[in-house]
């Protein structure tokens, strides 16, 4: 059973850096070929790509937070990163891991928050 945890989410000042992590167990054997994404979710707004990363390097990012934002992973341990620098108010909101696996993976989501 695939699991998707999140961390290193808080209370930032604008203009502030955080570095999301997110871990998955259970998909050791095509970890390194899935797509990991960041997606996130603000209050009364829909879920939105933020950025994502194939298994060839390749990477996208919403124009929002290209410049800003960049997304990392390792193999090795099933992780995938955020850092997220230069942050905004609008950047406020729960922030969601995805893997693109066998099937689509899911974590509970991290609260961001940007505010002075």
């Known amino acids: 059973q695939v699991?998707?945890?999140?961390?290193?989410?808080?209370?930032?000042?604008p203009g502030g850096s955080l570095r999301l992590s997110c871990v998955a167990s259970g998909a050791e054997r095509w970890f390194d070929v899935a797509t990991v994404a960041w997606y996130r979710q603000a209050?009364?707004?829909?879920?939105e790509l933020v950025t994502r990363l194939d298994d060839?390097?390749?990477t996208r990012y919403d124009v929002s937070v290209k410049g800003r934002f960049t997304i990392s992973r390792d193999n090795i341990k099933n992780t995938v990163h955020l850092l997220m620098n230069s942050l905004k108010?609008?950047?406020?909101?729960i922030y969601y891991c995805n893997l693109q696996g066998?099937?689509?993976y899911w974590g509970q989501g991290t609260q961001v928050t940007v505010s002075s």
Do not use: I, W
């Open 102 to 104: 066998p099937e689509h």
């Open 43 to 47: 209050p009364g707004m829909e879920r």
């Open 56 to 58: 060839g390097g390749r």
């Open 3 to 13: 699991q998707v945890v999140e961390s290193g989410g808080g209370l930032v000042q």
């Open 89 to 93: 108010p609008e950047d406020t909101a």
